[in-house]
DNA sequence: ATAATAAAAGACAAAAATATCTTTTATTAT
DNA sequence: ATAATAAAAGATATTTTTGTCTTTTATTAT
């Protein structure tokens, strides 16, 4: 098991790959998108309709059309990002599946649990969509393979 | 998502409850462990004997049979349970699901979620199967519900 | 020996996640 | 207006995960 869903996995380096385009004024197509982060093409196109529809990125069809994202997004966390596609149980939810995560009737690995669990939901509320521009534009990190 | 697939959940919540029976001194049935920890009878005696063929548990036949954990194994980390129902990508995979997670290819999210990704290896590394069972013979944690 | 008990094993089913294919709609350039 | 482009939408397919049903095997008590 991975953290996130393979479904959120795309949609993240997908949005931080449009993001470090659109810093640059470009829009992206599907195509380019695909091949940057190694992804199938036409589930991506499926994970960015759904990312546009909920507003974290936009759109335009026709030529010279394709996917960017506006300034205002550029600077949303990418928890938002989780939030959308892989729901926020990661944040919230019990590690061993409790219908509800809760201090009255903790499941084994609450009190250590819930520690990490607000780790990650901090890394990835501190985490900006555009704050890997430069290292993305410079290769040194990575969105593929 | 959730941190565990459901398979490692109900694995987990069934060992630790067959974990205070064992300490207990009693054998316990398929049966009553799926209500004891509120899972569906018969995929978790799947689990169950997958996790017996991989030597975690034990379990006898016929008559007063039932599942059971022997003396060694109470002692073991439960990261061998996730470890054996969910792989070790937890553990070493990559956050944003490229191939190979490492330092000279590295995502965006690497330096922050090796970090986060230890401690849960940690936590479930310190975390014994028998380490809840006072508490859970109190009532004072659960595992179903 | 026989019947009862309980897990093991094998086959099957349903649901969810992942992936692909085809048609439609909007936009742009000619 | 027309043709080209590119995303949106809808339908379908595949794979994986989760869940169920049936038969078999081992053990125990009578
Ligand atoms: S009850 Fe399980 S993590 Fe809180
Ligand atoms: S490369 Fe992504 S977590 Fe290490």
Chains 1, 2 share one sequence.
Do not use: W
């Not at 966390?77 to 926020?88: A, L, Q, R, T, W």
């Not at 019990?94 to 990490?116: D, T, V, W």
Request: proline content about 3%; some cysteine; aromatic content about 8%.
């Amino acid at each position: 098991m991975a953290i996130f869903s393979k479904t959120c996995e795309y949609a993240i380096r997908a949005v931080f790959y449009i993001a470090h385009k659109s810093a640059a004024g470009t829009k992206v197509g599907i195509k380019d998108i695909a091949t940057g982060i190694d992804s199938p093409e036409l589930y991506l196109a499926k994970i960015l309709q759904d990312l546009s529809r909920k507003g974290l990125i936009s759109s335009a069809k026709g030529p010279n059309g394709g996917f960017y994202i506006n300034e205002a997004s550029l600077n949303r966390p990418i928890s938002d990002i989780v939030e959308v596609v892989d729901g926020n149980n990661l944040f919230y939810g019990c590690a061993l599946g409790l219908k509800q995560c809760s201090e009255i009737n903790p499941c084994p690995l609450h009190e250590q649990f819930k520690a990490i669990r607000s780790q990650i939901h901090e890394l990835l509320d501190n985490t900006t969509i555009n704050g890997f521009n430069e290292e993305l534009m410079n290769g040194l990190l990575s969105l593929r393979k």
